[in-house]
């Protein structure tokens, strides 16, 4: 009997992401999932195409987890949607509406992933104390890294941080650090 080889199903191959997919910066996956979510409050019109209700648009972005901040802003997403105020909005132009607000999404949690991180490393500075970071702080640090650091290049860090202070480091400072030294990209 000759060797058969068997079918992986871990090696499947990625989905191919449409033109409109590709075009509003979403993955196919993402594409599938406001599909789905569109499908669940579409209605059929003459031509067979699905479309949904423009008071349904709030509750697809909502099934998506991907909500309007406001009523403004839902406004100017109908207004996206539904340029003639027709009263319906066909995939097509729900698509990118809704590709829109997941990125917004993705956006925010970046944003509380990243405060998270500068909040844990500045904790590890003053050991969960509600204060700035000193001098002291530094050179415990780079004694724990085994590093030889001079007093007058923590100075300077410390300077360089707060714009030319020597009182202490504030979160706020340091995040601006971080962020300069490209930890967030």
């Not at 594409?31 to 409050?41: G, K, Q, Y």
């Not at 479309?51 to 972005?61: A, K, Y």
């Not at 027709?86 to 509406?97: D, K, Q, S, T």
Request: proline residues 5%; glycine residues 6%.
């Amino acid at each position: 009997m000759p060797y058969q080889r068997k079918n992986s199903a871990a090696k499947q191959p990625a989905k191919r992401r449409s033109k409109l997919a590709k075009e509003n910066d979403i993955s196919a996956d993402e594409e599938a999932e406001i599909r789905e979510a569109f499908d669940l409050f579409a209605s059929q019109d003459d031509e067979k195409d699905g479309r949904i209700s423009r008071n349904d648009v709030r509750r697809c972005l909502i099934a998506l987890n991907a909500p309007p901040a406001n009523n403004a802003d839902l406004q100017e997403l109908l207004e996206v949607a539904d340029p003639e105020n027709a009263g319906w909005v066909p995939f097509e132009h729900f698509l990118p509406v809704a590709a829109l607000q997941l990125n917004r999404a993705k956006g925010d949690e970046d944003e509380e992933r990243q405060q998270e991180e500068v909040d844990k490393a500045y904790n590890l500075f003053v050991k969960g104390q509600d204060r700035p970071i000193t001098i002291a702080d530094l050179k415990r640090i780079s004694k724990e890294l085994r590093e030889d650091v001079p007093d007058n290049v923590l100075k300077d860090m410390i300077r360089e941080a707060t714009g030319g202070s020597l009182g202490g480091v504030g979160k706020e400072d340091f995040e601006s650090v971080m962020r300069r030294a490209g930890v967030f990209g």
